[in-house]
């Protein structure tokens, strides 16, 4: 079996620490650099869940999408929840190792694994890496679909593909407008409209739209053209990657003969669990929805 710091510098082949962004946490949150792995939980987020799910398995390495620590710290008291995990994981020897927005603008990398979820064809990226000379790493990705469908159809291919969350799928725009190209961002993407917008495409994949940016990408649109918005749960379109990232470590325990077992989480992390819809015009009684995982 290989030493956890062997697997560490095989991680960070795939996803650079250098290529994060500067305000971001990634790397080994904590594990000992000589200890043994043989079993590996790949999830989304760190949190309490995750870190029992980890134990249960009997994993000595648990990689997660977000950082615990995004914001540093100054304790790591089992009285705070995030503390507790930090105590879960070592008391269990169970190492802790984030890939963050240096997977987002991998090659492949995150928004790569939503796209392919959906169905849709890789063109480039939305905002290209200038560091690399391919022109393939960067955030987001621009997609197409093989053939054209109406928005409320294209809205419910996404809620298809990804996992069952409480607040589903949302879609603005004309439900009846044709869909061919479409911009892709995993996570929190309404920082990306100017460049969604650039890129000419007539829908945008992402999480997290907020009113205001939203309203006014609306408004944009109505006025000079623009794309229809398709906003997902933040953790449903992340979730994909942890299968990518587990066929990429899986080839490389295969070409250094290390036998790792690496599994996927299917617990359901993100944080909303029911939603109710609003009540139709005609007073009907809303209807409600308690989101699990597919």
Request: with cysteine.
């Given at each position: 079996?290989?030493?956890?710091?062997?697997?560490?510098?095989?991680?960070?082949?795939?996803?650079?620490?250098?290529?994060?962004?500067?305000?971001?946490?990634?790397?080994?949150?904590?594990?000992?650099p000589?200890?043994?792995?043989?079993?590996?939980?790949?999830?989304?987020?760190?949190?309490?869940?995750?870190?029992?799910?980890?134990?249960?398995?009997?994993a000595?390495?648990?990689?997660?999408?977000?950082?615990?620590?995004?914001?540093?710290?100054?304790?790591?008291?089992?009285?705070?929840?995030k503390?507790?995990?930090?105590?879960t994981?070592?008391?269990?020897?169970?190492?802790?190792?984030?890939?963050?927005?240096?997977?987002?603008?991998?090659?492949?990398?995150?928004?790569?694994?939503?796209?392919?979820?959906?169905?849709?064809?890789?063109?480039?990226?939305?905002?290209?890496?200038?560091?690399?000379?391919d022109?393939?790493?960067?955030?987001?990705?621009i997609?197409?679909?093989?053939?054209?469908?109406?928005?409320?159809?294209?809205?419910?291919?996404?809620?298809?593909?990804?996992?069952?969350?409480?607040?589903?799928?949302?879609?603005?725009?004309?439900?009846?407008?044709?869909?061919?190209?479409?911009?892709?961002?995993?996570?929190?993407?309404?920082?990306?409209?100017?460049?969604?917008?650039?890129?000419?495409?007539?829908?945008?994949?992402?999480?997290?739209?907020?009113?205001?940016p939203?309203?006014?990408?609306?408004?944009?649109?109505?006025?000079?053209?623009?794309?229809?918005?398709?906003?997902?749960?933040?953790?449903?379109?992340?979730?994909?990657?942890?299968?990518?990232?587990?066929?990429?470590?899986?080839?490389?325990?295969r070409?250094?003969g290390?036998?790792?077992?690496?599994?996927?989480?299917?617990?359901?992390?993100?944080?909303?669990?029911?939603?109710?819809?609003?009540?139709?015009?005609?007073g009907?009684?809303?209807?409600?929805?308690?989101?699990?995982?597919?």
């Amino acid at each position: 079996m290989p030493a956890l710091s062997d697997v560490i510098a095989a991680l960070d082949d795939l996803w650079p620490p250098e290529r994060a962004e500067q305000w971001d946490a990634v790397g080994t949150v904590c594990g000992d650099p000589d200890a043994e792995v043989n079993r590996v939980l790949i999830a989304v987020d760190p949190v309490q869940e995750i870190a029992d799910e980890a134990v249960e398995l009997g994993a000595d390495l648990l990689l997660t999408h977000h950082p615990l620590y995004l914001r540093g710290t100054d304790t790591v008291w089992a009285g705070t929840f995030k503390g507790r995990v930090v105590h879960t994981l070592i008391r269990n020897d169970v190492a802790l190792h984030v890939a963050h927005t240096n997977a987002d603008r991998a090659d492949p990398g995150v928004s790569d694994a939503l796209a392919g979820a959906i169905g849709l064809r890789i063109v480039a990226p939305l905002v290209p890496d200038p560091t690399d000379a391919d022109g393939r790493r960067g955030l987001g990705r621009i997609c197409e679909l093989d053939a054209p469908e109406p928005l409320a159809r294209f809205a419910r291919r996404v809620a298809d593909a990804l996992p069952a969350t409480a607040q589903g799928i949302r879609a603005a725009g004309d439900p009846d407008r044709p869909i061919r190209t479409v911009a892709v961002c995993g996570g929190s993407g309404d920082s990306l409209f100017d460049e969604v917008r650039a890129a000419g495409v007539d829908a945008y994949v992402t999480a997290d739209l907020r009113h205001h940016p939203a309203s006014e990408a609306v408004q944009h649109a109505a006025l000079t053209g623009g794309p229809a918005l398709v906003d997902a749960a933040h953790w449903a379109t992340e979730w994909p990657w942890c299968e990518q990232a587990a066929a990429q470590l899986d080839e490389v325990s295969r070409r250094h003969g290390w036998n790792l077992r690496v599994h996927v989480s299917r617990t359901a992390t993100d944080p909303w669990t029911t939603h109710a819809a609003s009540a139709p015009a005609d007073g009907a009684a809303p209807t409600t929805h308690t989101g699990a995982p597919n």
